[in-house]
């Protein structure tokens, strides 16, 4: 089975612009998470998706959105980039809502300049 | 607001001693942790896990001891070998409502 995989890999973008990533779950995962981590902050939790349906949401801004498809795929949108979006971005999917079970993808650095 | 805390950013232990990692967290909503292992450009990987009902849980070389009261967790690893050598993350877990990590600590086992 192929695992989780996220593009772009690297992204650089400025100030102000938008970017959206994107993560393809595990086929036959339903539920997609989606992750911050800063060497400051860790691992933060941003949202969780199951069957195209927001079940959870972190503390994050309203800049930050998803979405899901129906195939179960995700995509992530940070509208209004700051400085401090600079960060690593993990996707994760699991089966249900089991977060042992999660798989991670390899993640999404982004540089905002 | 860090719920979840890793005090040590990191950790060196010699091969074959005694790894132990530390968590505190002060939300005690927190129904359920977990610490993940992650290496180098790899995405976090599930390690072990404990429910707030429990003090223990011990899986192979890897023990998680939980202290309710004190709002603390720690993860032994006995013995420490040197592919062990990765960032540990504990997560706090409130079911269907929230999850917090703690920052990390780089476990560095050497030979």
């Known amino acids: 089975k192929a695992g989780v995989t996220q593009t772009p890999r690297y992204l650089i973008k400025t100030r102000g612009q938008q970017v959206t990533l994107s993560c393809s779950p595990i086929?036959?995962?339903?539920?997609v998470s989606w992750y911050q981590q800063t060497p400051g902050q860790g691992l933060q939790f941003l949202f969780e998706y199951f069957s195209e349906t927001q079940r959870n949401k972190g503390n994050f801004p309203g800049r930050f959105s998803g979405r899901q498809f129906s195939n179960s795929r995700s995509e992530m949108n940070v509208s209004t980039l700051e400085l401090g979006d600079s960060a690593l971005y993990l996707c994760?999917?699991?089966?249900?809502?089991?977060?042992?079970?999660?798989?991670f993808g390899p993640g999404t650095r982004l540089l905002v300049l | 607001d860090q719920q979840v805390k890793q005090n040590s950013p990191s950790l060196s232990v010699q091969e074959g001693r005694i790894s132990i990692l530390n968590c505190d967290y002060t939300n005690s909503m927190f129904d359920y942790f977990l610490w993940y292992k992650k290496y180098p450009a790899e995405g976090p990987t599930f390690l072990i896990s404990i429910s707030s009902i429990k003090d223990k849980n011990e899986d192979g070389r890897f023990t998680v001891f939980l202290n309710k009261s004190a709002k603390h967790l720690s993860l032994h690893i006995v013995p420490s070998q040197p592919g062990d050598s990765a960032v540990y993350f504990c997560a706090a877990v409130i079911p269907l409502s929230d999850m917090r990590f703690g920052a990390g600590t780089r476990l560095t086992v050497k030979p």
């Open positions: 086929s036959g995962h339903r539920s």
């Open positions: 994760a999917s699991s089966l249900a809502r089991d977060q042992e079970t999660q798989y």
